[in-house]
């Protein structure tokens, strides 16, 4: 199994949307380069980061540095040499004890520390080794992998020097989600509800999933952090009742959740809204799905009676889906449902016909 493989599987078993970060990790593995991983908090870079670290057994040979503000070129290299300041005078670091002395090196933040404790990285980087004075210090360092909330253009733009630290990370993601629909975090709640326990929410999951999508379509980012402490929420609403599973009830706290304080007045509109919603996606999934059968129904029917066969069931079909009620939002899928049927009634029928012929 290879890099790839490996850390897919790891990250797929745990969180969503991997595909990309898996293949970005893989790069940095097996071809020993720099990378960074961008994007909003709440998209669990570090979770992720050190999920593969422990899961490749790497945590011995991985060094995890936090920066800010408070740091310093000392902190980044081990830490001040005192006994030597004071008796000979000598400014010298414990490298051994710093990043350098380790196979991968995790760095939170990187980019909020001080310009110069980035340019002493830069050049580091580029040395390949600790140069302090008469002190020399190799890099063992083969990855350093950066989860910030930065985005690399915003670095590039504060001069030549941190430009010149960005081109040492030759691999950059952004961690975003392709989109914050219901969908998505639904994905999410499937992925980690068997992970947390606790009273079940069953078909308030996608319930759930539509209030924290409409919120940040109409500007209050639900991070997919805040959206598992949604879920939690509504667990610990009904733990409290003594219930094993969420009910509606349950889900008027949200309301204390940054986002969501809307909640309180509006909540009963907000669910049942929801709801609706919730139902019709159910429908249209379900809708989407059958047209998927009949399309390799489509596709095996050789004679003209199967062809016949298969474009009646198109039309019964069709009409199902013209009774189909929908949310606004999701009257273009049902939509393009309708074309799509519509064509393969032609095709079918005309499918029929050229093989009486012949």
């Not at 990790?25 to 709440?42: D, E, H, Q, T």
């Not at 929410?201 to 598992?228: D, W």
């Not at 809204?273 to 799905?289: F, T, Y």
Request: with cysteine; hydrophobic share 40%.
């Amino acid at each position: 199994m290879n890099y790839y493989e490996k850390i897919s599987s790891i990250l797929s078993a745990n969180f969503v949307f991997t595909d990309e970060i898996a293949r970005v990790f893989s790069l940095a593995f097996a071809g020993r380069k720099n990378c960074i991983v961008f994007g909003p908090g709440g998209h669990a870079k570090s979770e992720m980061i050190m999920k593969v670290v422990q899961e490749l057994g790497l945590e011995d040979e991985t060094f995890i540095q936090s920066f800010g503000e408070g740091m310093d070129e000392s902190r980044l290299y081990g830490g001040l040499n005192f006994r030597k300041l004071e008796e000979e005078k000598v400014l010298e670091y414990y490298p051994e004890r710093s990043f350098l002395n380790y196979r991968i090196a995790v760095f939170e933040e990187l980019f909020d520390a001080p310009a110069s404790v980035l340019l002493a990285l830069k050049d580091t980087l580029t040395a390949g080794e600790l140069r302090n004075g008469a002190q020399r210090f190799k890099k063992r360092t083969e990855v350093i992998i950066v989860p910030t909330n930065k985005e690399p253009g915003e670095i590039s733009e504060l001069g030549a020097s941190a430009h010149a630290l960005i081109e040492r990370f030759p691999l950059q993601l952004n961690l975003r989600w392709k989109d914050y629909a219901a969908k998505s975090y639904l994905a999410m709640f499937e992925k980690v509800a068997g992970r947390l326990g606790g009273p079940v929410l069953n078909g308030f999951k996608a319930v759930l999933a539509e209030i924290l999508a409409k919120a940040t379509s109409e500007g209050n980012f639900v991070s997919p952090r805040t959206a598992v402490h949604a879920f939690q929420v509504c667990q610990a609403s009904a733990s409290m009742r003594g219930a094993n599973e969420v009910q509606k009830q349950d889900l008027t706290d949200l309301r204390f959740l940054p986002g969501l304080e809307g909640l309180a007045e509006t909540i009963q509109g907000e669910l049942d809204a929801a709801m609706k919603r919730a139902a019709a996606e159910k429908n249209l999934v379900a809708a989407e799905q059958k047209l998927r059968e009949l399309l390799g129904e489509l596709g095996q029917a050789a004679t003209p009676i199967k062809a016949l066969q298969v474009a009646k069931k198109f039309v019964n079909f069709e009409d199902e889906v013209s009774s189909l009620k929908v949310t606004d939002g999701l009257s273009e899928r049902r939509k393009q449902i309708r074309e799509t049927v519509a064509q393969k009634i032609s095709e079918a029928q005309q499918r029929a016909l050229e093989n009486t012929r012949i």
